[in-house]
């Protein structure tokens, strides 16, 4: 196999027409990997996606060809997937008010473009689930905020208009079924791109705790920030220790490890109704 790709948390390689995806055990907050693994991260991440795949694959077909046919090695965090072109924009659903979202809802009264209510506050319900894009950086810098038009001008018009109704309908789909399981989807992001026929494929993960902000749903409270169940705990963990959000990043002490590590695992076994 070719080693075609070394991301933030997963490593690309090619064999033959397909890929091998790997997810590790790194975590990266704010675009910089932190030097601190957390155990099984990569073989949770690996389980869910696989999982939610199978959940939504009536809505949207997705790149999985199988996750069993891959190098020993890497068994368990690893999947093998169709080739696809990807869409260079970052599919983006938030069906509350936290973030980045809250900071430019703050400043401007709307969110990539989109007006929202007045008087929202942190961890606000939207009215209804918001497609708000940002651009696919280049590693070492910066994703940035997208408004609708500015994804038509990037991919057309008809092919905007699909990113949009596949992200939303992902998300509520996503939301409702973990809400029947105690979990509040605040937002997530998706990868999408073009099989060799057109037709667009969901790729990279789906609804994990790396790529998704989840909050207990028995103990939501607007007006103040979640208990986080997913990365954004290490995101919080770095800014608490002053960090500059540059590299390098700060290791992160046992007890944080831990306690990321159960995040992930809760969130796998409550959504799933399997034991890890």
């Known amino acids: 196999m070719e080693l075609l790709h070394s991301g933030k948390v997963r490593d690309v390689y090619a064999d033959g027409d397909d890929l091998i995806l790997v997810a590790s055990d790194r975590v990266s907050v704010y675009d910089v990997v932190l030097p601190t693994p957390i155990p099984d991260k990569g073989?949770?991440?690996?389980?869910?996606?696989?999982?939610?795949?199978e959940q939504l694959a009536d809505l949207v077909p997705h790149h999985v060809i199988s996750a069993t046919d891959v190098p020993p090695e890497f068994a368990g965090r690893a999947i093998r997937v169709r080739r696809?072109?990807?869409?260079?924009?970052?599919?983006?659903v938030r069906g509350y008010l936290t973030g980045s979202g809250l900071a430019e809802y703050e400043k401007t009264g709307a969110v990539c473009g989109i007006p929202l209510p007045p008087g929202l506050v942190?961890?606000?319900?939207?009215?209804?689930?918001?497609?708000t894009p940002t651009t696919k950086a280049p590693t070492g810098q910066h994703d940035t905020a997208m408004t609708f038009a500015d994804v038509v001008a990037k991919v057309g018009a008809e092919t905007a208009e699909r990113l949009r109704e596949i992200t939303l309908a992902v998300y509520r789909r996503g939301a409702e079924i973990a809400a029947d399981r105690g979990i509040l989807v605040a937002d997530t992001k998706?990868?999408?791109?073009?099989?060799?026929?057109?037709?667009?494929?969901?790729?990279?993960?789906?609804l994990t705790s790396d790529s998704s902000r989840f909050w207990w749903a028995a103990d939501y409270q607007p007006g103040r920030p979640q208990y986080a169940l997913s990365k954004q705990y290490v995101r919080d963990w770095a800014v608490s220790t002053g960090w500059d959000r540059t590299g390098p990043a700060p290791e992160m002490p046992p007890e944080a490890v831990e306690a990321t590590r159960e995040r992930y695992v809760e969130v796998y076994e409550r959504l799933t109704g399997r034991r890890w």
Not at 44 to 51: D, I, K, N, P, V
Not at 190 to 206: F, N, Q, R
Request: with cysteine.
């Open 43 to 53: 073989k949770l991440l690996t389980a869910l996606s696989l999982w939610w795949f």
């Open 84 to 92: 696809l072109e990807m869409v260079p924009v970052e599919c983006i």
């Open 122 to 131: 942190e961890s606000s319900k939207l009215p209804e689930p918001i497609f």
């Open 190 to 206: 998706l990868e999408l791109g073009w099989a060799p026929d057109g037709t667009l494929v969901l790729g990279d993960e789906v």
